[in-house]
Structure formats: structure tokens, C-alpha cells
């Protein structure tokens, strides 16, 4: 499988933005898939991640309440909804698939397509 996210851009705090993370396979379906973001001399940091049928999902206390992950099997694509955006949400955002989901340890995830930059101003 192939991953490739984008939506990302230049908005104010308190704004909305929602990032899609495309696929492309067959086996798209049999993968949870899992959103992280990075800025530059920081670690890889977990996001959030969704299942294989969107029944479950995982969130980082960071953005919980504030972010919604779904996914829709037929289109291949996953959705981030981030919401009430925050200068600390600036970011360089990526998904990944896992076999296992959905889950926060980064190790599980593989086929991380390239990302998308965030920029949320105060």
C-alpha cells in the first residue's frame, strides 16, 4: 500500500483544517492507518489512528476533543478534522498503515508516504 497525505496550508489559531491521506492497493482495508507529525529537531510524535473499519480509533492527549480521525474504505481515503488549531499544532503531518490498530507505538507502522506542513498562526 501507498500513502499520500496533503490538505495541509496556512491557517489562523482557532481555525479548522482537514488533511486526507490517500491510498493506494488492494489491501488498503486491511490496515489500520495512523496520522504523526514532526517538527524540525523534535521527535516523530503520535497523533492519532483509526482502524481497519473505523469502529475504533486512538487519540494523543494533545488533540483529543480537538482532532477526529475517519477513514472510508471505498474512496481509500482517511480523514484528520482538526479543529480549534493551535500554534503548537505546527507541524510537518504524515500517515502510515499497521497491521495492528489502532495503536500509538510509531514501531507497528510502515509505507509512510510524505507529508504534509501545517502552519497555524497566533
Known amino acids: 500500500v501507498q500513502l499520500q497525505a496533503c490538505g495541509g496550508g496556512l491557517v489562523q489559531a482557532g481555525d479548522s483544517l482537514k488533511l486526507s491521506c490517500a491510498a493506494s492497493?488492494?489491501?488498503?482495508?486491511?490496515?489500520?492507518v495512523g496520522w504523526i507529525r514532526q517538527t524540525p529537531g523534535k521527535d516523530r510524535e503520535f497523533v492519532a489512528a483509526v482502524n481497519w473499519n473505523g469502529a475504533n480509533t486512538k487519540y494523543a492527549e494533545s488533540v483529543k476533543g480537538r482532532f477526529t480521525i475517519s477513514r472510508d474504505n471505498v474512496k481509500k481515503i482517511v480523514y484528520l478534522q482538526m479543529n480549534s488549531l493551535k500554534p503548537e499544532d505546527t507541524a510537518v503531518y504524515s500517515c502510515g498503515a499497521s497491521p495492528k490498530g489502532p495503536t500509538s507505538d510509531l514501531l507497528w507502522y510502515s509505507f509512510w508516504g510524505p507529508g504534509t506542513l501545517v502552519t497555524v498562526s497566533s
Open positions: 492497493g488492494s489491501t488498503f482495508s486491511n490496515y489500520a
